[in-house]
């Protein structure tokens, strides 16, 4: 399952994907998604090289992506990936 | 003189007496203005004995050398011992009220004394004038406003005080420019304590700006900056502060109940997503600034400004709350009234334990949003159980013997960041020179946002030199005084650039930090004279005793010793947290 939060959801909605399919890395997932929903919502999220943009969060199971293997971490049916684009506050 | 007016106020509102100092070269150097510039004249002025509401006692509002020029300089800083931590303490407000106090010709206003009527302040042309505020005590910030706008020159801004500010709540704020708060710490019942209502000012003088066609290159600069970037670009302008609320929530770390749990099943539904496609008006900003992430909001029968995240959690997940309508009427009244939002949701959550452990008779159960309204008005008016939360929450938890359910630090509260999903935000809260803050080292950017670079949140290395260094810099930029939010999209040397085309003086990176750590060690200082040291830089118990069960954090703890060793030798102070000889002579305390 994807989730969206913040400025993703002004394009992606309902922000809650269901999607079944053989294990992939984030950065498929990601491209995967975009198809799924018709929107071009990876700019918000990663740069121009497919890089994170400084601030993007993304959990799967609640853990962010930078302690594991970044885009290149592995996801399968089941998990939960929550996207963030780059938000602050205080 | 360019960048700094030259010249401070002093008013003694018992004698009458006032007279202008100039601030010499050096104290600018050293200290800049707004919080640094602050705490040293505080120093220089009152001791570690000297009682937060007593006539002696200096309140001081400062501006600082980027004050009116810069994008979101309309900034103050408000300087005092807390009444509600016994520290010393700074406190800051958005708006434009620095920016006007400046104009009319002044650095700061450094006042003592108490009136033996209420009166309020009217600054303009470097002078002040006293004037009677009978007829205004008792009205509520926005009515104060309102009422001395209507005696005043057009374009008056207006600090004030509510009821809360008036009966002493120890956590009562000053309010300025409508709705906006120098919140924390209880300077409002500081100001309460000396008969004064409110300070207003107007002027036409302008900031001399050393290097003008640098200043003007150096502005468009940064507006490129800060538009570009996705948060101060964007984010915080469509979403505001509460887009946080799910980003803390995912991470198990935003605390529920106070503080039982790190996860709030309707965490979404008090979202910053939410409340943009539920009661947002229109956003609202600050003089000069671009990133506008105020939130000026309708609910089906009031308006005004907020929620912003903090508010969102103090009146919503910690006591249990997932009303939305409520969560912003009560932050319209404390605004209204005059209150600290964290300090009084998070007093709520503390009477809610006490209420369900029946360690207090008082019932008040987790979730009913139907109380308050009351509780907050009761509390500004120190009526019934009012009087009680007005304490504040380790006063309350002491005289109910259970102190160890107030989360707070040195008597402050903890915000909205559960310590034991973050460990440098751990050891920033238990360091804290104003106790329980986010504010000092704001180590959810690195922690979780991401900003600048990406650390993990649940390890302890290296984390004693980096709340460090996050703790010059906070007191570097209060000092200037500007929004934490450049921050964001800025580094330091942005500030120096600042600096240089404003006042002309051409510091380096490592002199402004040196200025920050110089700050950051006198407040120390002081706090060591009032009695603080290592035994107070530290969490409530459930922080190490209790793990969170649910969520991403779950079976977590806070290591605080792993990180308070290194953060004494990293500061160059003793084992117990003073200040070893050899680095005040460095900082040429």
């Known amino acids: 399952m994807v989730k969206f939060y913040g400025l993703l959801r002004r394009q992606v909605q309902p922000p809650v994907l269901e999607i079944s399919t053989a294990e992939l890395n984030i950065l498929q997932l990601l491209q ?21 943009l400084t601030g993007t969060i993304i959990l799967v199971n609640g853990e962010n992506i930078r302690l594991k293997q970044n885009l290149e971490t592995r996801v399968s049916g089941g998990d939960t990936v929550d996207l963030f684009s780059p938000a602050g506050g205080g | 003189m360019n960048g700094w007016m030259g010249k401070i106020a002093k008013i003694d509102l ?9 601030i010499d070269d050096e104290m600018r150097r050293r200290y800049l203005g707004g919080r640094g510039l602050g705490v040293k004249l505080y120093t220089d002025l009152c001791s570690a004995k000297t009682d937060p509401f007593a006539p002696d ?36 407000s958005g708006g434009s009220f620095g920016a006007v106090l400046k104009s009319a010709g002044l650095d700061g206003l450094v006042i003592q004394g108490r009136a033996d009527h209420p009166v309020y302040l009217y600054v303009h042309d470097g002078g002040i004038e006293v004037r009677d505020a009978s007829s205004l005590w008792g009205l509520n910030t926005q009515q104060t406003q309102k009422a001395i706008q209507e005696q005043t020159p057009a374009k008056t801004s207006v600090a004030c005080i509510g009821p809360a500010g008036e009966n002493r709540v120890a956590f009562a704020a000053i309010m300025n420019d409508k709705d906006r708060a120098a919140g924390r710490g209880g300077m409002g019942a500081v100001m309460g304590a000396k008969n004064l209502k409110a300070i207003a000012a107007s002027g036409s003088q302008t900031v001399a700006i050393a290097d003008p066609e640098g200043y003007k290159a150096m502005n468009a600069r940064i507006e490129r900056i800060v538009d570009k970037n996705p948060v101060t670009g964007k984010s915080l302008q469509v979403l505001g502060t509460s ?14 109940e106070n503080f039982r749990r790190g996860m709030f099943n309707d965490a979404e539904g008090t979202s910053g997503e939410k409340i943009a496609e539920s009661l947002l008006q229109r956003q609202s900003a600050c003089y000069k600034c671009p990133i506008g992430c105020g939130r000026t909001t309708r609910t089906k029968n009031k308006h005004g400004e907020g929620p912003e ?16 309508t409520a969560i912003t009427e009560a932050n ?82 903890i915000p909205a960041y559960d310590p ?24 959810i950017s690195p922690e979780i946002l991401g900003h600048p670079v990406f650390l993990d949140r649940f390890s302890t290395v290296g984390k004693a030199e980096i709340v460090a260094l996050f703790q010059d810099i906070s007191a570097l930029v209060d000092s200037t005084v500007l929004c934490r939010f450049l921050q964001i999209a800025m580094g330091i040397s942005t500030f120096t650039e600042m600096l240089r085309t404003v006042t002309g003086l051409d510091f380096s990176d490592e002199e402004l930090l040196k200025i920050g750590r110089r700050i950051y060690t006198l407040e120390r200082v002081f706090n060591n004279r009032a009695g603080f040291s290592r035994g107070d ?25 792993e990180m308070l060793d290194d953060y004494y030798s990293v500061r160059g102070w003793d084992k117990e947290g003073v200040p070893l000889p050899r680095t005040l002579a460095e900082l040429g305390l």
């Open chain 2, 14 to 22: 018992g004698s009458l007496e006032q007279e202008t100092v100039a």
């Open chain 1, 32 to 52: 995967l998604a975009e198809r799924r929903t018709g929107q071009n919502f990876l700019d918000e999220l990663l740069d121009p090289e497919k890089k994170l």
């Open chain 2, 309 to 324: 995240y903090e508010t969102v959690w103090a009146f919503g997940a910690q006591l249990g709350v997932s009303d939305l």
């Open chain 2, 537 to 561: 830089d530290t969490l409530p118990p459930r922080f190490f005793n209790e793990e969170l069960q649910t969520g991403s954090s779950r079976h977590r703890v806070v290591r605080l010793e």
């Open chain 2, 420 to 443: 034991r999903g973050v460990q440098g935000m751990a050891l920033s809260y238990a360091t804290s020179n104003r106790g329980g803050c986010h504010m000092r080292a704001y180590m």
């Open chain 2, 332 to 413: 319209y009244a404390c605004n209204e009234l005059g209150l600290d939002t964290i300090t009084m949701g998070s007093t709520i959550g503390c009477a809610m334990e006490l209420s369900e452990t029946g360690a207090w008779k008082e019932k008040l159960d987790w979730g009913d949003a139907s109380k308050l309204l009351a509780l907050v008005e009761d509390t500004a008016y120190r009526r019934g159980i009012g009087a009680e939360l007005a304490l504040g929450s380790k006063r309350l938890a002491e005289k109910y013997g259970r102190p160890e359910l107030a989360m707070q630090v040195k008597g402050m509260e």
């Open chain 2, 57 to 92: 006692n200096a309140l001081i509002f400062m501006t600082g050398p980027l004050t009116g020029t810069v994008m979101t300089s309309g900034r103050y800083a408000v300087v005092s011992r807390s009444p509600l931590t016994g520290t010393i303490c700074d406190s800051s």
């Open chain 2, 243 to 256: 887009v946080l609320v799910n980003i803390i929530n995912a991470h198990g770390m935003f605390p529920t």
